[in-house]
Every structure is written in C-alpha cells, then in structure tokens.
C-alpha cells in the first residue's frame, strides 16, 4: 500500500519547500496535466513517471516557472515568506529560477550558451548572482569543473567542443555552481549512451546527496527513478494516478497503470 510521505520520520524540515496545489494545463482542449497536487521537503527528491505524453514535461514547466497553469498554485518557501510563483512579476520570476532554482534540460544545447566558453557557462550564473571577483569566480568554476569530472584544460573550450556526455555535465556544473535550493530535471539521461547514462547517475546521485538538494526529475526510465529518487508520482492521460516512497511503488504497484509501467521493464 502506498503511504503519505511522514517529513519528520524521515527527518526532512516541517515545512514543504515548494507546494503544489491544484495544477492543470491545458491546449486548447487537449489535457496537458490536471489538478497535480503535492508537497515537496527541503532535500527530498521526487520522481515523476508515465508513459510518452503523459503530462510529465508540462507539469515540470509549470512547477519550474517555464509555463504559467491554467488553474492551481505553486508556492515556493526559499525564502522569508512563501512565494505564489505565478502571482510575481515576470522579473522575480526570472531571478528566482536564476538564483534559488535550477533546470537541467534534456538538450544540454537549452541549458548552455555554446559560443561561450566552459568557465564563462558555469561563471555566468555566478555573476547572475552577485560575484563580480574575476580570480575568485574562475576558480569557483575550475573548481565545478573538476567536479563533474572535465578536465581543468578544457576550461577555455566551447560547449559544441564537447563530447553529448560532457555537455550534459557541463550544463549541470553551472545549473548547481550556485547552489540552488531546488533543481528540475527532465529526462537528464535521455538521449545519451548507456554507459555515459550510468557515468552521469552516479555522479548526479553523489552531487544530490551531498549538496541536499531538492529536486524533481522527470524520466520514462524507472531505472533512474528508481536510483535517484525517495518519491514517485506516476502520470497518465495528463493525471497523477499513483504516488508514495519510490520502492514501494515500483515494488508494489497498485494502480493497474503502473503494473503495467513495471512489469513491462521486468520483461524487456
Ligand atoms: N505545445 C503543445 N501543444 C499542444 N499539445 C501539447 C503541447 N505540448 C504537449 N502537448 C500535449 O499534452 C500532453 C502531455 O504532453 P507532455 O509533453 O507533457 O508529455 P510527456 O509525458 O512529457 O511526454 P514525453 O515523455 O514524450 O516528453 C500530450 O497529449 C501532448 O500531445
């Protein structure tokens, strides 16, 4: 049976960091995702999961600020007072999703400038938040470099030098450099080879443990939700139809939906 989510059993802070209640998107009459609601703890990392058009990507752009939902409410608690995200001006916005928050995009082509060089990707956010110290931010850069495992050499290369991997890794250094409370994730596998798959896991498994980091991951791969996440929610037709603690739902699925989701990962 799937369980609420205890924050305090689990040792996460009381108040939820962001709360989702009540989302819908819609086109036209088609639905993208419909009346989603949650919480999500400082450090808890939530996977969402469903089949191809299932709502995934249009319920992670409406909670990352991307799309504004045709119902509901994001609020946001990174700071003083919770924020409702949509109710903000578009300027706040953009600074927030600069600075308190993360996204981490399929294409690393969406998430870099590839005409700057791999220190200035990653130094950019850092001046977007306020350093303007030129020794101090290459160095922070150099530092994230090494972190995700590029060579320091290769700091002055441009993006489109680099391997898809290396992209992707690329985009996660300047994504995390300044150290975001909350990250959204969409598909940051997908599109790579599996052993670079599995490269780019260990290493986001590691950075999101060490760092605390919130963050919300969309993948059709129960494999990588089952590695990088406590929590899952399972979509279909735009609907949540199941959530609870990532083993359990994977271990025991009990909407036929997800049964399905599973057993056809068991079989391949
Ligand atoms: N820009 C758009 N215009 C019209 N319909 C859209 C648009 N984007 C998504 N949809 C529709 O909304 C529904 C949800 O699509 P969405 O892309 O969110 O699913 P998904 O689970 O992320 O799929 P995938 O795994 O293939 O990316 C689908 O029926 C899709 O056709």
């Known amino acids: 049976m799937n369980m609420q989510v205890n924050p305090q059993e689990l040792g996460l802070d009381p108040a939820p960091l962001l709360s989702v209640a ?3 998107r819609f086109y036209g009459e088609r639905i993208g995702c419909a009346e989603v ?4 703890w400082p450090g808890e990392v939530l996977g969402i999961v469903g089949e191809s058009g299932s709502g995934k990507s249009t ?4 909670l990352a600020g991307i799309d ?12 003083a007072e919770p924020l409702d995200i949509y109710s903000v001006a578009e300027q ?7 600075t308190a928050w993360g996204i981490v995009h399929q294409n690393p082509r969406d998430g870099l400038r590839m005409d700057v060089s791999a220190g200035g990707n990653v130094g950019e956010r850092l001046m977007d938040n306020g350093a303007r110290h030129y020794g101090k931010i290459r160095k922070t850069a150099l530092d994230w470099l090494q972190r995700v495992e ?3 050499g290769r700091i002055d290369d441009r993006p489109r030098q680099f391997s898809g991997g290396m992209q992707q890794r690329l985009q996660i ?3 995390l450099v300044s150290e975001p409370k909350l990250v959204f994730m969409d598909e940051p596998t997908g599109g790579l080879d599996v052993s670079v798959q599995a490269r780019l896991l260990d290493l986001l498994r590691v950075l999101v443990r060490d760092l605390g980091l919130a963050a919300i991951i969309v993948t059709h791969d129960l494999a990588v939700a089952r590695l990088l996440t ?3 929610m399972v979509m279909k037709d735009g609907r949540v139809v199941e959530q609870g603690l990532t083993d359990q739902v994977l271990d025991d699925p009990q909407h036929a939906y997800t049964q399905l989701l599973t057993s056809a990962v068991l079989t391949v």
């Open 68 to 79: 504004k939902p045709d119902e509901g409410q994001v609020l946001f608690r990174g700071g």
């Open 22 to 24: 009540g989302v819908s």
């Open 173 to 175: 250094a300047r994504v």
């Open 150 to 152: 590029i060579a320091a």
């Open 37 to 40: 609601s949650f919480d999500l």
């Open 59 to 62: 319920l992670l752009r409406c």
């Open 92 to 98: 706040e916005r953009r600074r927030l999703m600069r």
């Open 230 to 232: 406590d929590r899952l």
